[in-house]
């Protein structure tokens, strides 16, 4: 069920829509489905004890859900780096960037990640969602632009398309013809092109043509935004992300991540020209919206340090990436187009899906089932996200856990 089909049933009474979601949400926590409303104990780490409403008590998990991908969120370092800015410059900052929410901490690490990603600025939003829905929002205001962006992007970028009131289609997932086919179709028909793509796409892992869509743009001369949330960190030279490795940094006109990821913390940034960091400043979500706490940044910093000066935290988060891969495309698991340590892992039929969610969870498996409407009903599939705090023995469990339910569900062969 969602908003659209109750709107297409003849629903539009947002109270009544309200009591549709609540029936549904009941009849999922009586059939023991409600999942995805689980939360941990002690929050983030490779295992912990999650809790489903529909449980009575905490299970010890491995946890497969979540995009610490160094996982240094535990990290003594940055922990005692955080403890000590916490202690000096107290909690949160009350107010926005330009009022004084910034402090000269906040200033440095937009200059640090100016410097990562080769560009004269950075504007550092509180979060990664506010970085992608109000850049956007603000550069496109007006019906001179047209934004066109991958068909997979993620709600960010989309809420950003809709809140800048441009017109905004999208492009096959990941398709170079089909982007050139719309770019050629609609040049000369409006004054600003901008195409945003993200580095890996976070439902299946897979990587951008990027070389392929900076040649378009050379042909074309539109605007280029690149989301690299789901490969800072450990592509590129230290983690410096994807379009690093690529040497297309210069070539691209805004380079997104989230501080919420690799670098276990909080907040947004873009880095740009210094024109268009001027004009980003005058973002709602940069101007009307409380900078992140002095002790976020440090967190930020500090993984960044860690990045640069123990290059095998990065080594080893893909030796693990590769090491789940391989075992589960010798099992004969469908795990799509994945390149990144998000490994996919389709089912394409939702009511297994939504049985083995549950069986993985009882058998002390925390993860995700991705399904329709986020994805076709077709593909609806789990995502195990690899971090580096998991163990070989974690990936192990988990690879013999899902052995046993593939076999019993008909995804793989065996009995
Ligand atoms: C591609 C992408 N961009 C932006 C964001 C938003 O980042 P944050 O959750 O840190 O606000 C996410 C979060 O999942 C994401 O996957």
Known sequence: MTYQVLNRDGIFNIKEIAGEYYAQQAHLDEMGQWTHDRYLK?????????????????KDCSVWSINHYLGLNRHPYVIEKAQKAMALYGTGCGTSAMSGGHSQLHRDLQKRFAEIFSKEECILFPTGFTANSGTIAALCKGSETLIIIDRDSHASIIDGCRASGSRFIP????SVQDLENKVKKFSGKHINILVIVESAYSMEGDVAPLKKIIE??????????VDEAHTFGFYGEN?????????????????MTTLSKSTASIGGVVATSKEFASFLRWSTSYLF??????ADVVVADACLDLMSSQPEIIESLWDKTHYLRQKLVELGFDIGKSESPIVPLFVRDSDILKMMEKELYERG???????????????????????NSHTIEDIDDLVSILCELGKKHGLIEGS
């Open 216 to 225: 378009l743009k050379k042909k074309y001369g539109f605007l280029l935004y």
């Open 365 to 387: 498996v925390f993860t995700i089932a991705i399904q329709y409407p986020v994805v076709k009903a077709t593909e609806v599939r789990f995502r195990f996200i690899v971090n």
């Open 239 to 255: 983690g410096r992300g994807l379009c690093n490795q690529l040497g297309v940094a210069d070539d691209v006109d805004f380079i």
């Open 171 to 174: 492009f096959k997932h990941n």
């Open 289 to 294: 919206q409380a900078a992140i706490p002095a």
């Open 42 to 58: 002690q929050s983030s780490h490779a295992r912990a004890m999650v809790r489903a409403p529909s449980a009575d008590e905490f």
